[in-house]
């Protein structure tokens, strides 16, 4: 589907489309009556057919100018949907004008090839309205192509290939008036009929790709676009139903993903929110709903598993623990409960989790889990850093003491009620391992904790320093 510009608002929208359908209801009222007089005057079936063509492209653009006017209305409590049938029902219409106009070309063509010869006058204007006709046909066409396919306005494309029509039709003719002058004046009734014949062609085309857009049928290429544009967002495990209905301009889109299931709130909101975005890169119109369900990722490992598991219950897991032990799982874990559970409900509820683990992974052989309140709560507390002058350089020295490449950023001291807590910032070698890291933490932090009584814990956060 091609698109707009996305910096294209839908007031600036609406006013180009409107323009171009207003100039093609004035240059089909020019072409309507030149050729009618002309084809008065000299008595040619070709001319008058074509002045008939032209007829039925007036009041087409007519009708087009009031569709979109309506079309492009925005939506309502009567249409949720907005109102963009209103062209494919527009451009119906002009389907059935067509065909209409066609059937009396033809018999009239019929009637002069089978009856009495009609003289034709064939002079200067005949073909100079026939040369001039092709010139604005061709020009109207190119106009409203143009923006038809800018935004995706089936109303307008219809008037496009009406013009587009009288082109063809318009050189038929002209070959016809040629031929009479030749000595064939069978040609201008042959003329028409070819006319007649091309419309008709044009006709149903027309009224197939409007019978389409009455009955929801998705525009060619739109559905594999959007698999693609979404199958290569990260996180999207698969697409699980998609749902295109066209509407005017406007493809309406309802997209329900697979999300791996261990996938936190904010990260699988952000996911929906790459998929919209991606999307309408792509289809700048589009009104698109998408819906994301909890999926088994490709990806997901078992403690995935385990902690998605442990979220059913409103809990989280950490310090995760899984043991191989003759080929059977043994798995640890501690679960944090909010304050004011009792022991016995958080037994119960670390029960149910254990048996749902026996119960949905494979060759787990034990399920053991440790039962902690939340800690996070808010202490009162004082800094008495300046006041604790000498402990904070003793603590300074137990850290440089233990290992040349390790800096002192801050020590700070707060007092609590039950006593001290050291809250530090060191600086360690960049290349260390995580698990390197953590064990001189470890280390650093019990040391720091035997020094005095007083100090009842302590918080140590290393940073990488070069």
């Avoid at 289809?283 to 369900?293: G, K, T």
């Avoid at 490992?301 to 623990?321: C, F, M, P, Y």
Wanted: hydrophobic letters at 45%; glycine letters at 6%; one cysteine or more.
């Amino acid at each position: 589907m091609n698109s707009p510009d996305n910096r294209i608002t839908h007031r600036e929208m609406v006013a180009e489309k409107r323009r171009v359908a207003l100039t093609s209801v004035v240059a089909a009222v020019f072409l309507t009556g030149m050729k009618l007089f002309v084809g008065i005057w000299t008595g040619s079936l070709g001319i008058l057919s074509e002045a008939l063509h032209s007829g039925l492209d007036l009041m087409a653009a007519t009708i087009t100018f009031f569709a979109i006017r309506v079309a492009d209305r925005p939506p309502d409590e009567d249409h949720q949907f907005g109102h963009g049938k209103v062209e494919n029902l527009s451009a119906l219409f002009e389907t059935f004008l067509l065909f209409i106009t066609c059937i009396w070309i033809l018999y009239e063509a019929w009637e002069r090839l089978t009856g009495e010869a009609v003289h034709i006058e064939v002079n200067f204007w005949a073909f100079a309205v026939i040369i001039v006709s092709i010139i604005i046909d061709f020009s109207r066409s190119r106009a409203l192509m143009r923006i038809a396919r800018k935004y995706d306005s089936q109303a307008l494309e219809a008037d496009a290939l009406h013009f587009s029509t009288d082109i063809y039709s318009s050189l038929v003719v002209l070959v016809g008036l040629i031929s009479v002058m030749t000595g064939f004046p069978e040609a201008d009734a042959i003329a028409a009929a070819i006319v007649a014949l091309i419309v008709i062609g044009v006709s149903i085309r027309l009224g197939r790709r409007t019978i389409d857009g009455l009955l929801d049928r998705v525009p060619p290429g739109i559905q594999q676009s959007v698999e693609h544009i979404v199958g290569e967002i990260n996180g999207v495990e698969s697409i699980r139903k998609l749902r295109i209905r066209p509407s005017g301009g406007t493809v309406f889109i309802n997209l329900v993903i697979g999300i791996q299931r261990t996938t936190f709130f904010d990260r699988a909101h952000g996911i929906v929110d790459d998929v919209e975005d991606a999307v309408r890169t792509v289809h700048p119109r589009a009104d698109l709903i998408v819906h994301a369900e909890p999926v088994i990722g490709v990806r997901e490992k078992l403690a995935d598993k385990i902690e998605w598991l442990v979220r059913q219950s409103g809990l989280t897991s950490h310090n995760v623990t899984i043991l191989w032990v003759n080929d059977r799982y043994h798995i640890e874990f501690d679960i944090e409960y909010p304050q004011g559970t009792t022991f016995v409900e958080a037994h119960e509820i670390a029960s149910h989790v254990e048996n749902r683990i026996m119960a949905e992974l494979p060759n787990v052989a034990d399920v053991r889990i440790h039962l902690e309140a939340d800690s996070t709560i808010v202490l009162p507390a004082r800094d008495v850093t300046t006041r604790e002058a000498d402990l904070v350089r003793r603590c300074s020295e137990f850290i440089t003491d233990h290992g040349r490449r390790i800096t002192v950023q801050t020590v700070s001291i707060y007092e609590e009620e039950a006593g001290l807590k050291v809250s530090c910032t060191i600086g360690l070698p960049s290349e260390l391992r995580l698990q390197e890291m953590h064990a001189i933490v470890d280390q650093i932090e019990h040391v720091i904790k035997g020094s005095d009584p007083r100090i009842t814990d302590v918080f140590i956060h290393a940073e990488p320093a070069g």
